[in-house]
């Protein structure tokens, strides 16, 4: 374990967690999508897609193939941080998991769990220090 890792690790949980959010927005849009197009009065006999329907379909399909890679990605590191975080105590290791397995910023760690950011700095520092990486 080396501290390039956890960086490692955490940027995929935030790629994985943007790709997650991306598709929700992309879902969210395609409710306004509508199905029939009509010239004038009359709509159209073949339902072939409509492009804003096609562009849906195309960013759906390469959202999910991001979001697939992502998942790979994150899983794969979040399985050695969370290796090495097993020998921590479990308050230095909540600290580590939050902040480099779900990617949280520092004002969210303290937050959940209910410290100071000074204490989550210290708390950083000695569980680097048990992991050997400072």
């Known amino acids: 374990m080396t501290l390039e890792t956890l960086k490692q690790c955490r940027s995929a949980s935030l790629a994985h967690a943007n790709a997650k959010r991306r598709i929700a927005e992309l879902l969210e849009e395609a ?54 975080v097993r020998f921590l105590p479990p308050k230095l290791g909540e600290l580590v998991r939050l902040r480099y397995i779900d990617g949280l910023k520092w004002e969210q760690i303290n937050e ?11 708390l950083h520092h000695a569980a680097l220090k048990k992991m050997g990486l400072e």
């Open 31 to 84: 409710t306004s999508i509508s199905g029939i197009r009509y010239d004038g009065d009359m709509p159209h006999t073949r339902w072939e897609p409509l492009s804003r329907q096609q562009r849906y379909v195309e960013a759906l399909e390469q959202l999910s193939a991001e979001y697939e890679e992502t998942t790979v990605a994150w899983a794969e590191k979040a399985a050695e941080v969370e290796r090495a």
């Open 112 to 122: 959940r769990l209910y410290i100071s950011p000074t204490t989550s700095k210290r």
